[in-house]
Nanobody, 129 residues
């Protein structure tokens, strides 16, 4: 069954804002997972851009989004958000969230690697005039 669902993608002008959501089904409690956001630009590899820890909600940002994107979680809604501000054309692509059964992310976005981990199906973002 579907465990993680991303939403909130769409068309946005350069300099604009967008908020992506990553919501888990009731069988997956995101409080106990590091949740990462990945960006896959057209024709390129998927890369991690941000993640939030399960323990203290500390976060990590790739240099490409630092100062523009912000990750947060709402435990009551079992949802993690990626607030995208001052977006640029190079932010265009598919955004995926992933839940990884570890406590902290510090200097990179962890990839799902075990049967306890999950990927979402992705939501498209297009930054264009």
């Amino acid at each position: 069954q579907v465990q993680l669902v991303e939403s909130g993608g769409g068309l946005v002008q350069p300099g604009g804002s967008l908020r992506l959501s990553c919501t888990a089904s009731s069988g997956l409690r995101l409080n106990y997972y590091v949740v990462g956001w990945f960006h896959q630009a057209p024709g390129k590899e998927r890369e991690g851009v941000s993640c939030i820890s399960s323990g203290d909600s500390s976060s990590y940002y790739a240099d490409s989004v630092k100062g523009r994107f912000s990750v947060s979680r709402d435990k009551t809604k079992n949802t993690v958000y990626l607030q995208m501000n001052n977006v640029k054309p190079e932010d265009t692509g598919i955004y995926y969230c992933a839940a990884v059964a570890i406590d902290y992310c510090t200097d990179h976005v962890p990839l799902p690697s075990s049967g306890l981990d999950e990927w979402g199906q992705g939501t498209p973002v297009t930054v264009s005039t």
